[in-house]
């Protein structure tokens, strides 16, 4: 529907239009703001003042990248100890019943596989691998966030006053506390690190945004999940549903760039919709995803916006 606001929705409604579809998932950084993870756009976080490094910056700047791993480094606790919430689990719970053919989500915590769900497209990359940008060596996140302690013995303590949590892992910093801090490096040539995750002004791999794409036109509805669609990288999936004639719904807080594309909007709270919408769709069937026992994600943020 093209209208600019769509009418007021339940739960009841939204169980219906999905009732029989099968559903690909489009999540945005909302779902995971209920595992502690902070988001750019939410309602107490869309009027907040973000600087994310921009990938240009990043690849040609020395001291852009060591603000990045500093923020990051510091930051790098939150994400490592985030669990899946009710909201990824009940999405794993749908995938398990035949509900959820996919999910694409602009996250780069990892959490939905972690709570279970099979197919993913990680739109953005993922925090768990940190890549070389000399040789192109994949190195896991832990250690790379072990080297940047040892070269900077007692920095994290010192920088940990006033270091305020911020989307992707990072956290504010002072400049005189960036100052101090020796980025990690490659330690197989020595070249500068990128965490493996598209920055601000990065494109996404072609490959991934085709298989996103195929996600969306197999399915028989489109599920937008905790993302204001504000970043054309998420919007381009609900067009696309929209010219093809695949109905859209909306579940997250406030208004979205995607509203007058929907044929039902909720304005709810993701851990309480998705379990319920879960009991609705799946009857009898019992939960089936594993438990989190998975080893946190060993990366870092990127700049996955929702």
Known sequence: MTAATPPAASLDALARLLHGRRTAVLAGAGISTESGIPDYRGPTTRHVERRPVQYDDFVRDAEARRRYWARATRGWARVADARPNDGHRALARLEAAGAVSGVVTQNVDGLHRRAGSRRVVELHGTLADVACLACGHLWPRADVQAQAE????????????????APDGDAELEAAAVARFEPPACPSCGGA????????????????????????????ALLVVGSSLTVYSGYRFVRQAEAEGTPVAIVTLGQTRGHRHAAVALDARLGDVLPALADALCGGVAETSPPDTATPPSGNGGNGAG
């Open 193 to 220: 690190l990128k965490p493996d995750v598209v920055f601000f002004g990065e494109s996404v791999p072609k490959p991934r945004v085709a298989t996103a794409r195929a996600i969306v036109s197999d399915a028989d």
């Open 150 to 165: 040892a070269r900077n013995p007692g920095w994290l303590d010192a920088a940990l006053p006033g270091g305020a949590a």
